[in-house]
Nanobody, 128 residues
Framework: VQLQASGGGLVQAGGSLRLSCTMS????????IQWFRQAPGKEREGVSC???????YFGDSMKGRFTISRDNVKNTVYLQMNALKPEDAAVYYC???????????????????????YGQGTLVTVSS
């Protein structure tokens, strides 16, 4: 099972982007998926998590601006990012969450990721 993030790009502050996370080699419907990001020189940060039954979770700085959804028919999870800020600029990754989003707080924990399931990420650049 592999996940690939896409949809990144350059956007002005205040703008929007929708990222996609597409699964290959498996069926998405039984998996919880999380997004995390890493900006240059910074620690990885949890962004959002969606459980297999559609429960959603967000990091504090994303609440009210980001939404997450899933389309199991298309094997894809979407991250809609609105009101983007320069501090949202980062490489965004998606991965399987081994705990089904239970206990997800936004603090990035490598132990929550299913190894080998996430790819190179997608770059989001926000201009001020």
């Amino acid at each position: 099972v592999q996940l690939q993030a896409s949809g990144g790009g350059l956007v002005q502050a205040g703008g929007s982007l929708r990222l996609s996370c597409t699964m290959s080699g498996g069926a998405l419907d039984t998996y919880a998926i999380q997004w995390f990001r890493q900006a240059p020189g910074k620690e990885r940060e949890g962004v959002s998590c969606i459980s297999s039954d559609g429960r959603t979770y967000f990091g504090d700085s994303m609440k009210g601006r980001f939404t997450i959804s899933r389309d199991n028919v298309k094997n894809t999870v979407y991250l809609q990012m609105n009101a983007l800020k320069p501090e949202d600029a980062a490489v965004y990754y998606c991965a399987r969450d081994i705990f089904g989003c239970v206990g997800w707080t936004g603090t990035f924990l490598r132990s929550r990721l299913v190894k080998g399931t996430y790819g190179q990420g997608t770059l989001v650049t926000v201009s001020s």
